[in-house]
């Protein structure tokens, strides 16, 4: 015990180490590069400690221990923000982080081991501050960098970038805000380009610059909202220009023109009324138009007595509104006239059905029934005079001289049977007969002859010559 107990008083002091001599926060704040180095707890030649023991001693060692190992974790944190260029992004805040260390040392170096142990805690809690603001420091460098770039401050842009990388080389936004640099040279004169000719009026080609812009930077919002400004000003233009050209046209009866252009209209702004309004005034002022020519075509039909045709005006425009008065007049007003002009035509187309005296007996009622109306009008009155010339000619007999061999029974049909002759006259009303002929172990003949106003038929012969 005696041999333990000298082993511990003499020895073990000489082994005891005094505070670094290096300062964390030497070269320009930044902490000291190397661990501290132990020193004899009592310099050669130093008398010992008044009243020390190896208890205290050992005590002492394990204060030191703990101030170097916070040291340590303080100079680790240190060299890995330097790394990333703390320098250039939180000097003050480093600064005075080492300052704090530099206090420290001077607690370790006077064997204030608890005191030393909190400086460099209170360090280490500071630059684990400026570690943890690492996110938002790359955040902001982010937001300035996206800034630089609306603004097309290419070298500001570039450096920002760069203090990015210092920090988190392999960001995930790197790439890409890289590329927008690359595209400031290009995007600068198109933008400017595009703002002058959005002064000059020129929307369109201002509509252009923007749009290769964006395909040249799709991030960049300034190039957005000006495209998105330039295309709402071109549409707005390209709208007034349509329904100004519609309503033009619509003014000129230009229906067709104007409804083209108010759809163009109704293209550029789906929802808006005021391309459907125009579009039900275009189709109003047409059916109104279409009307007003339908009223004053038939009309003019009626006063040229094309009454079939004024028939057909008014019922397409009863077909559009089948309560129009003037259509329905219209149509009470010619309908008979296109019935009795129908029955006229068939008469005088064929007029040999005259022939007939039925058919004459009603052609005379048909001609009263003409003669009854007034005005008769220059058609109606030629039509009434050729009927009267066609009755009385249909109604005048004409002398025919028939033939036969004395041996033929002979009958013209629906006028009168004749019977056996040689030569015959008959009077017969202007037309186209037929006689029969039939004689006893002869063939019957059939003998088709047409009796000419004239007079001028030559004698008609009928016989049966053809033995049986």
């Given at each position: 015990?005696?041999?333990?107990?000298?082993?511990?008083?003499?020895?073990?002091p000489?082994?005891?180490?005094?505070?670094?001599?290096?300062?964390?926060?030497?070269?320009?704040?930044?902490?000291?590069?190397?661990p501290?180095?132990?020193v004899?707890?009592?310099?050669?030649?130093?008398?010992?400690?008044?009243?020390?023991?190896?208890?205290?001693?050992a005590?002492q060692?394990?204060?030191?221990?703990?101030?170097?190992?916070?040291?340590?974790?303080l100079?680790?944190?240190?060299?890995?923000?330097q790394e990333?260029?703390?320098?250039?992004?939180?000097?003050?805040?480093f600064?005075?982080?080492?300052t704090?260390?530099?206090?420290?040392?001077?607690?370790?170096?006077?064997?204030?081991?608890?005191?030393?142990a909190?400086?460099?805690r209170?360090?280490?809690?500071?630059?684990?501050?400026?570690?943890?603001?690492?996110?938002?420091?790359?955040?902001?460098?982010?937001?300035?960098?996206?800034?630089?770039?609306?603004?097309?401050?290419?070298?500001?842009?570039?450096?920002?970038?760069?203090?990015?990388?210092?920090?988190?080389?392999?960001?995930?936004d790197?790439?890409?805000?890289?590329?927008?640099l690359?595209?400031?040279?290009?995007?600068?004169?198109?933008?400017?380009?595009?703002?002058?000719?959005?002064?000059?009026?020129?929307?369109?080609?201002?509509?252009?610059?923007l749009?290769?812009?964006?395909?040249?930077?799709?991030?960049?919002?300034?190039?957005a909202?000006?495209?998105?400004?330039?295309?709402?000003?071109?549409?707005?233009?390209?709208?007034?220009?349509?329904m100004?050209?519609?309503?033009?046209?619509?003014?000129?009866?230009?229906y067709?023109?104007?409804?083209?252009?108010?759809?163009k209209?109704?293209?550029?702004?789906?929802?808006?009324?005021?391309?459907?309004?125009?579009l039900?005034?275009?189709?109003?002022?047409?059916?109104?138009?279409?009307?007003?020519?339908?009223?004053?075509?038939?009309?003019?039909?009626?006063?040229?007595?094309?009454?079939q045709?004024?028939?057909?005006?008014?019922?397409?425009?009863?077909?559009?509104?089948?309560?129009?008065l003037?259509?329905?007049?219209?149509?009470?007003?010619?309908?008979?006239?296109?019935?009795?002009?129908?029955?006229?035509?068939?008469?005088?187309?064929?007029?040999?059905?005259?022939a007939?005296?039925?058919?004459?007996?009603?052609?005379?009622?048909?001609?009263?029934?003409?003669?009854?109306?007034?005005?008769a009008?220059?058609?109606?009155?030629?039509q009434?005079?050729?009927?009267?010339?066609?009755?009385?000619?249909?109604?005048?007999p004409?002398?025919?001289?028939?033939?036969?061999?004395?041996?033929?029974?002979?009958?013209?049909?629906?006028?009168?049977?004749?019977?056996?002759?040689?030569e015959q006259?008959?009077?017969?009303?202007?037309g186209?007969?037929?006689?029969?002929?039939?004689?006893?172990?002869?063939?019957?003949?059939?003998l088709?002859?047409?009796?000419?106003?004239?007079?001028?038929?030559?004698?008609?012969?009928?016989?049966?010559?053809?033995?049986?």
């Amino acid at each position: 015990l005696l041999a333990l107990a000298m082993l511990v008083i003499f020895w073990l002091p000489g082994k005891v180490t005094t505070p670094p001599g290096g300062n964390v926060a030497a070269h320009s704040g930044a902490a000291a590069a190397s661990p501290p180095t132990d020193v004899p707890a009592n310099p050669p030649g130093a008398p010992a400690a008044s009243g020390a023991t190896p208890w205290d001693d050992a005590q002492q060692a394990r204060l030191r221990k703990e101030a170097q190992d916070v040291l340590e974790t303080l100079l680790d944190t240190q060299f890995a923000l330097q790394e990333r260029g703390v320098e250039h992004w939180a000097a003050e805040a480093f600064e005075s982080a080492g300052t704090l260390a530099a206090l420290a040392d001077g607690l370790y170096r006077s064997r204030d081991y608890p005191g030393a142990a909190a400086g460099y805690r209170e360090a280490l809690t500071a630059l684990q501050a400026i570690e943890s603001s690492i996110p938002q420091v790359i955040e902001d460098l982010l937001s300035d960098s996206r800034d630089a770039l609306e603004a097309s401050d290419a070298p500001r842009a570039a450096s920002l970038l760069e203090g990015i990388a210092r920090i988190q080389p392999e960001h995930a936004d790197l790439p890409a805000l890289r590329m927008r640099l690359e595209a400031v040279p290009a995007m600068i004169p198109l933008l400017a380009e595009a703002d002058a000719l959005e002064d000059a009026g020129d929307l369109a080609a201002a509509e252009l610059r923007l749009r290769q812009a964006g395909k040249l930077d799709p991030q960049h919002q300034g190039a957005a909202r000006a495209l998105s400004r330039v295309a709402a000003a071109l549409e707005e233009q390209r709208f007034t220009a349509a329904m100004s050209d519609g309503y033009a046209a619509l003014d000129a009866a230009r229906y067709s023109d104007a409804r083209r252009a108010f759809r163009k209209a109704a293209q550029l702004r789906p929802k808006a009324d005021e391309a459907a309004s125009a579009l039900a005034e275009v189709a109003a002022a047409e059916t109104a138009s279409e009307l007003a020519s339908l009223r004053r075509v038939g009309r003019q039909y009626e006063d040229r007595e094309r009454w079939q045709a004024a028939l057909e005006a008014y019922q397409r425009a009863l077909k559009t509104d089948n309560s129009l008065l003037f259509a329905q007049e219209g149509l009470a007003r010619v309908s008979p006239r296109v019935k009795l002009d129908t029955q006229l035509r068939a008469v005088l187309d064929q007029p040999q059905r005259l022939a007939d005296p039925a058919v004459a007996a009603d052609t005379a009622m048909l001609l009263e029934q003409a003669k009854g109306i007034s005005p008769a009008g220059p058609l109606l009155a030629e039509q009434i005079t050729t009927l009267q010339r066609l009755l009385e000619r249909a109604n005048t007999p004409v002398a025919l001289e028939l033939r036969s061999d004395g041996l033929t029974e002979v009958t013209v049909l629906k006028v009168a049977r004749l019977g056996r002759f040689q030569e015959q006259r008959v009077s017969l009303r202007p037309g186209r007969y037929t006689a029969v002929g039939s004689r006893i172990g002869f063939r019957d003949v059939r003998l088709e002859f047409e009796v000419d106003h004239s007079g001028n038929a030559g004698p008609v012969t009928i016989a049966c010559t053809e033995p049986i």
